[in-house]
């Protein structure tokens, strides 16, 4: 999945924040940003939007023309999600993005904290 590399500007905390994109009211994508901006913009990227419209879930779209989209701080149990994906991703320069869902034609081999 393509989406513009965050900064690694840390919050007040001195860390990345966990935000989750919900679409449609379903928490769908865990990603960090040093903040709420950060995560706003990438959200909005083009190419992390195209690729929300491709994918489906069960085949469904995980992201119709008419989504609603929520941005917010992720829970405990997302932010121990996306560690446990983060830990078990291959070694690359590009940010990692967890989806929280089921996607169609991905196959999964660990989904949650274990």
Do not use: N, W, Y
């Not at 924040?17 to 083009?46: H, K, M, N, W, Y």
């Not at 999600?81 to 983060?86: E, I, L, P």
Request: aromatic share 4%; with cysteine.
């Amino acid at each position: 999945m393509s989406a513009r590399e965050p900064s690694q500007r840390p919050d007040a905390s001195g860390s990345l924040i966990v935000f989750v994109l919900d679409i449609d009211r379903r928490p769908t994508l865990a990603f960090e940003a040093s903040g709420p901006a950060e995560a706003q913009e990438i959200c909005r990227d083009a190419d992390l939007q195209a690729d929300l419209a491709a994918f489906t879930s069960d085949g469904v779209p995980i992201c119709a023309p008419d989504s609603t989209l929520g941005l917010r701080a992720a829970t405990q149990a997302e932010i121990a999600a996306f560690r446990h994906a983060v830990e078990r991703a291959p070694a690359s320069d590009q940010p990692t993005m967890t989806f929280l869902i089921k996607v169609d034609g991905v196959v999964v081999v660990t989904v949650g904290p274990e």
